[in-house]
């Protein structure tokens, strides 16, 4: 999750919804422009040749499953 703001409000959020996957502060919305992405919810897969595939919205498991199933064949 990449994020940028006031860090008691994203410590707040990662911990009421029990977070487990790595988090950064793009505060300066390096990430988010790097790969692409204006908005959250938002997922960005960067394949094997280097390219970024950006999703807008929320994904459910069995499409992050087919999306990285493809980006690893």
Known sequence: MAW????????????????SFPQIDDTNADVFTRF??????????VLPNGDVQTIAGAVDEETLDSILSQATA
Do not use: H, K, M, N
């Open 36 to 45: 692409g992405v204006a908005y959250q919810p938002a997922i960005a897969i």
């Open 4 to 19: 940028s703001g006031d860090t008691g409000q994203y410590v707040d959020f990662a911990e009421r919804y029990d977070l």
